[in-house]
């Protein structure tokens, strides 16, 4: 059983940064696909990035490409998201999820195991 555990939400104005982290309980960390996913209220949970086990290929939803970048250091077993020039409509729960194989997938019912998740609130 993975356990994870995201960390690094918050209050932010638009145009800000913030960097999420995703710390993951097992070894098997480095042999899993990781997403982010974020879920605005009365909304549907969506994709928002991607990453491959070795951390060598990147994925990423158009709302967030060239604001947002995913990154792994499977040493520590912990994800992360840097989110820049954060805009309102990027306000949501973000969630990390993992699933133990070599491909990135970004429908949400592809990954097994799911973090509680950290609020994200952009001000205008």
């Known amino acids: 059983q993975v356990q994870l555990v995201e960390s690094g939400g918050g209050l932010v104005q638009a145009g800000g940064s913030l960097t999420l982290s995703c710390a993951a309980s097992?070894?098997?960390?480095?042999?899993?696909?990781m997403g982010w996913f974020r879920q605005a209220p009365g909304k549907e949970r969506e994709f928002v990035a991607g990453i491959s086990w070795i951390g060598r290929s990147a994925y990423y939803a158009d709302s967030v490409k060239g604001r947002f970048t995913a990154s792994r250091d499977n040493a520590k077993n912990t994800l992360y998201l840097q989110m820049n020039n954060l805009k309102p409509e990027d306000t949501a729960v973000y969630y990390c999820?993992?699933?133990?194989?070599?491909?990135?997938?970004?429908?949400?019912?592809?990954?097994?195991?799911w973090g509680q998740g950290t609020q994200v609130t952009v001000s205008s």
């Open positions: 999820a993992a699933k133990e194989s070599a491909l990135v997938v970004t429908t949400t019912n592809f990954y097994d195991y």
């Open positions: 097992e070894r098997t960390f480095s042999r899993s696909a």
